[in-house]
């Protein structure tokens, strides 16, 4: 099992950046691929990004490909977002997720697939 905590969340006007980590508990963090999903006031949690055990791959959003960058450091337990060119509708809670059994990154994008999900940062850019 694995404890996941999200920071870095903040306020920031259009154009900003932000960087979210994702700390994760334990000593296999390198056996699980991580995600980040957002959910906006008022619609359903979306699929933002995920990197692969190695940090080898990463798949984005559309909505975000261009703008956001993720990474890991599997010797620190941690995973990071660093999102540029912020617009007001990123505007959404955070969530890092694990998935220990993803063996496809044909399904990153899929919730169900993930087992372990932090509490949430906050992300509000101000237009």
């Known amino acids: 099992q694995v404890q996941l905590v999200e920071s870095g969340g903040g306020l920031v006007q259009a154009g900003g950046s932000l960087r979210l980590s994702c700390a994760a508990s334990g000593r296999t963090f390198s056996s699980y691929v991580m995600g980040w999903f957002r959910q906006a006031p008022g619609k359903e949690r979306e699929f933002v990004a995920a990197i692969s055990r190695s940090g080898g791959g990463t798949y984005y959003a559309g909505s975000v490909k261009g703008r956001f960058t993720l990474s890991r450091d599997n010797a620190k337990n941690t995973m990071y977002l660093l999102m540029n060119s912020l617009k007001p509708e990123d505007t959404a809670v955070y969530y890092c997720?694990?998935?220990?059994?993803?063996?496809?990154?044909?399904?990153?994008?899929?919730?169900?697939?993930?087992?372990?999900w932090g509490q949430g940062t906050q992300v509000t850019v101000s237009s």
């Open positions: 997720a694990a998935s220990p059994r993803l063996y496809s990154s044909s399904y990153c994008y899929m919730e169900s697939t993930y087992d372990y």
